[in-house]
């Protein structure tokens, strides 16, 4: 059974730092391209980041750009968010997903991911 699990979630005051966890179980990540999508309420799910099978490429949201930071240790099994400079607009259920797609197009979207975690929640106060 496929499992994503993300942790580092929590509260935090505008202006600081958050790194996010996401750790895959019953499938090797090294196959997917792993990434990061947040959706606020009200909101639709929107792509944040992405990172290739062997992390030398990474995609970023416009919006997240030089503020986050994705990362992966395919030994670990494990992807990474690393946020910083946290602004309350940032505040969403944060999940991690995996997709087989090669193709940017897919693999930056929602429903062109194989495997979703169950997300995490950011909160960033002001």
């Known amino acids: 059974q496929v499992q994503l699990v993300e942790s580092g979630g929590g509260l935090v005051q505008a202006g600081g730092s958050l790194r996010l966890s996401c750790a895959a179980s019953?499938?090797?990540?090294?196959?997917?391209?792993m990434g990061w999508f947040r959706q606020a309420p009200g909101n639709e799910r929107e792509f944040v980041s992405a990172?290739?099978?062997?992390?030398?490429?990474?995609r970023y949201a416009d919006s997240v750009k030089g503020q986050f930071t994705i990362s992966r240790n395919n030994a670990k099994n494990t992807v990474y968010l690393q946020m910083n400079s946290l602004k309350p607009e940032d505040t969403a259920v944060y999940y991690c997903?995996?997709?087989?797609?090669?193709?940017?197009?897919?693999?930056?979207?929602?429903?062109?991911?194989?495997?979703w975690g169950k997300g995490t929640l950011v909160t960033v106060s002001s």
């Open positions: 997903a995996a997709s087989r797609s090669y193709s940017s197009g897919t693999y930056s979207t929602p429903g062109g991911q194989d495997y």
């Open positions: 019953g499938l090797t990540i090294s196959n997917y391209v």
């Open positions: 990172i290739s099978r062997n992390g030398g490429i990474t």
